[in-house]
């Protein structure tokens, strides 16, 4: 069964310091993973893709890596600052399937506190 | 405002009742996406349309639910004779080009309570 499986489940960090959060999967062959933020209240918003070909994909503060082979990716969030208090949920695409088959984690609650 | 926009975006009201919510999706992206979230869950997708045509619904999708995307602009999804498990956030998302690595962007939600 494909899943995603993401870790850890919630963190509390001191503002400033960075942290790393996991996403391990099973589905295969899967054609891109996404990392989303979604604050409390709102829709998720799209952090990076990247295609399976692909290991590292960087939007600011926020840097993403991808190895194929272990299934596992991870989300790198360095300075952290208040508001970035928010859910991470990674999601992977199932090779040759459309957006309706998107995986989504059940996310990890970040919390920054000064 | 350019985004996806979504209305209401609270929603209470008591078990029985119909409820419809409404998404107008970015202008020119011609694929549509309603997914529902519970707390401490990644969203749930429930159906998506591709201009006008309601191309997928997903098996979590009771009789109750339907949703419409008429004239391929705006949706709405409606819910009858609401039950307390519908409580949760129903997310709409559009999105547009090449399907394998299609970004997909989300409105903000319509929050729901069934009492």
């Known amino acids: 069964k494909n899943q995603v499986e993401q870790s850890p489940q919630s963190l509390i960090i001191l503002e400033g310091k960075n942290c790393t959060l996991q996403c391990n999967y099973t589905v295969s062959p899967f054609s891109n993973l996404r990392w989303y933020k979604q604050d409390t209240g709102r829709g998720p918003v799209s952090l990076t893709i990247m295609t399976f070909s692909e290991n590292t994909k960087s939007n600011g503060r926020y840097t993403a890596t991808l190895d194929a082979d272990t299934k596992q990716s991870s989300l790198h969030i360095t300075a952290s600052q208040l508001s970035d208090s928010a859910s991470y949920i990674c999601?992977?695409?199932?090779?040759?399937?459309?957006?309706?088959?998107?995986?989504f984690g059940k996310g990890t609650t970040l919390s920054v506190s000064s | 405002d350019t985004g996806v926009s979504q209305n209401p975006r609270h929603k209470i009201t008591k078990r029985g009742q119909n409820v419809t919510f409404r998404c107008d999706p970015i202008?020119?992206?011609?694929?549509l996406y309603w997914y529902r979230q519970t707390l401490g869950q990644g969203p749930e997708f429930l159906t998506y349309?591709?201009?006008?045509?309601?191309?997928?619904k997903s098996r979590l999708l009771s009789d109750r639910f339907s949703a419409e995307r008429p004239k391929g602009s705006f949706s709405t999804l409606e819910i009858q004779r609401t039950e307390q498990g519908d409580s949760a956030m129903y997310l709409c998302?559009?999105?547009?080009?090449?399907?394998?690595?299609?970004?997909?962007?989300f409105g903000s939600g319509t929050q729901l309570s069934v009492l």
């Open positions: 349309f591709q201009n006008e045509a309601q191309l997928e």
């Open positions: 998302a559009s999105s547009f080009g090449w399907v394998a690595n299609e970004k997909l962007f």
């Open positions: 999601v992977v695409t199932p090779a040759n399937q459309a957006g309706t088959a998107l995986i």
């Open positions: 202008s020119e992206h011609n694929r």
